[in-house]
């Protein structure tokens, strides 16, 4: 019987009831069985092996920690060296990472297993794992819907039971998307918080790499595997933690809108839920610069991509197609290498940058996220967390959105965070129906820079998991 | 309005070739996403421009110390390269006669 936890894995070790060599082929074996899911892009088949191998040993030198022997699954976007690390790419599909992360080094360090890569949106641009070059990946609780995005691959292959946690990255609502639609536990640290070296950038100022696991008590134990300042990271910092006791959650005035109804019952009755653990709610809490938030989102997110695929030039590493001279090379590697939303994605960043345009598009973004910023701020004085719904919607229908700009309308919840750079958790707040399956929906919590244990202590109390320690 | 001339040139800025069947449906949802971001147009200008979103952020100057000993990652990178010449990044001519 594979544990529901990492807790209980850990446990279990601990108890030598099973080891991380068993652990590990079961969940190897399981996700073999579920390759449908496409959750896995490749199995680390065997040095996930040695490397349980090898904390099965350091435990029996007397070694212990909770993530020791534990397997995890690592997105495709975080690198870990002499592994292929694709970003969901053909631009990077035969790349082999030549270097660990600093999260990746850090887990080593902590005796945690890699059992393999998942998938994502393409250079993590995307909500639904659609935009992965080697297809989607389908929701467990309903194969033929998406898995949210672009962590897609880490959430399922938690939330069926095909790794034991995993790291995915939050960029506009990552690893919360995801999380929400498969219903398991999604953190995006505060930024700066974790070490972004060794994550394939997408948007420098945005990415941050954050955990997905069952639990809340999980989510915290691999957050605080891989936070701290790093001097790979020149924005890593350690940050002051907020002095935070107060349990007042503010509710934006204007989110019912664009929610699907049962979405927004499931919202009002987690609210109740929270009232009854001895939370006030307050639902007056005006952030007049929410409204501009989703394009000063995209603004940027665009300018920042055009900037950052820019090295992708077929000369260095990555995909190389042969051209008449130079200038053939870099247009048709890059034709070939990237696709259809990431090039549009550089090609709206080259029009968002170019000299006419930067003061109205670029200079625009960044005033309405500083006003953001300072309206969360603010907001913070009066109020311990925000809540909204991770998600206006449960998981749609994989290839119903069609449309680029209906995908980049339902990060309307979370893109406030990276805007901010708070800290957000997506808690699974229970289920709604659509053609007779039971999706799951998420509650989501923002908080003040660096009050993730906070904001961890609100989803122990919503989901009643045991006190944190 | 984006036209054709602004995807081409658009396309060329970015080093990146588009089919004109591409191009064509590249123009219609660029319309409709800068449509979209064009509220942004309501922000008032410099109203907090110049302010960054982060407090506490600096930039960050390290010693210049510690280097690593020449060769040790030279292998590990030239494997990722798609043409090599001994340990060189092989290239096209840069400068080309017209």
């Known amino acids: 019987m594979m544990p529901g936890s990492i807790q209980e894995a850990s446990a279990l070790l601990q108890k030598d009831e099973v080891t991380s060599v068993e652990l590990t082929e079961a969940l190897l074996a399981r996700a073999k069985e579920k390759d449908n899911l496409n959750a896995y892009l490749e199995l680390f088949e065997e040095d996930a092996l040695a490397q349980a191998k090898e904390a099965d040993r350091r435990r029996k030198n007397g070694e212990s920690g909770n993530l020791l022997g534990i397997p995890l699954a690592i997105k495709d976007n975080i690198l870990i060296e002499g592994k292929r690390a694709g970003a969901a790419s053909k631009m990077l599909e035969h790349y082999t990472a030549t270097y660990d992360a600093t999260v990746i080094s850090k887990l080593r360090g902590e005796g945690a297993v890699f059992i393999g890569r998942t998938n994502m949106d393409e250079f993590a641009l995307g909500g639904s794992t659609e935009n992965s070059a080697f297809g989607p990946t389908k929701n467990p609780h309903d194969e033929e819907r998406v898995a949210g995005g672009t962590s897609g691959g880490s959430a399922a292959a938690v939330a069926a039971g095909l790794a034991l946690g995993a790291l995915g990255s939050d960029t506009g609502g990552s690893v919360r998307n995801p999380a929400s639609f498969c219903g398991v536990v999604g953190l995006k640290p505060t930024y700066g918080a974790v070490s972004r070296s060794g994550l394939i950038a997408a948007v420098s100022s945005f990415d941050q790499i954050g955990p997905i696991a069952n639990t809340v008590a999980d989510t915290k134990l691999l957050f605080e595997a891989i936070r701290g300042r790093d001097p790979l990271d020149s924005t890593s910092t350690l940050g002051a933690v907020p002095v935070q006791k107060g349990k007042v959650i503010g509710v934006p005035a204007n989110v019912k809108v664009g929610l699907d109804t049962d979405v927004e019952e499931n919202f009002e009755h987690a609210l109740k839920k929270l009232e009854g653990e001895g939370y006030e709610i307050r639902r007056d809490v005006a952030l007049s610069s929410l409204a501009p938030s989703l394009a000063s989102y995209y603004i940027t997110n665009f300018a920042e991509v055009s900037t950052n695929l820019a090295r992708f030039d077929g000369v260095r590493y990555g995909l190389h197609e042969e051209g008449e001279d130079l200038l053939g090379d870099y247009l048709k590697s890059r034709k070939a290498g990237f696709g259809p939303e990431t090039r549009r994605r550089i090609i709206l960043g080259t029009y968002v940058l170019s000299a006419g345009y930067y003061d109205a598009y670029y200079g625009k973004a960044a005033a309405a996220r500083a006003a953001l910023s300072a309206d969360f701020k603010a907001a913070f004085e009066a109020i311990d967390f925000i809540a909204t719904p991770t998600m206006p919607t449960p998981a749609f229908r994989i290839g119903e959105k069609a449309d680029p700009l209906s995908l980049y309308l339902a990060d309307v919840f979370t893109v406030p965070a990276n805007l901010t750079g708070s800290p957000a958790l997506s808690v699974p707040s229970g289920f709604v129906e659509r053609e007779g399956k039971k999706l799951p929906v998420g509650i989501q919590f923002m908080a003040p820079h660096f009050g993730e244990d906070a904001l961890l202590a609100v989803g122990v109390a919503f989901l009643g998991e045991p006190s944190l320690t | ?98």
């Open chain 2, 1 to 98: 309005m984006i036209g054709d001339r602004d995807i081409e040139k658009l396309a060329a800025l970015s080093r990146i070739e588009l089919s004109p069947a591409e191009r064509e449906s590249l123009r219609a949802d660029i319309e409709a996403i800068l449509a979209y971001i064009g509220e942004i147009e309501k922000v008032p200008a410099g109203s907090a421009s110049g302010v960054p979103p982060y407090s506490g952020l600096l930039n960050v100057m390290r010693e210049d110390a510690n280097p690593t000993p020449a060769g040790t990652y030279t292998e590990r990178l030239l494997r990722e390269v798609p043409e090599r010449q001994g340990d060189y990044v092989k290239v096209k001519q840069v400068l080309t006669q017209r």
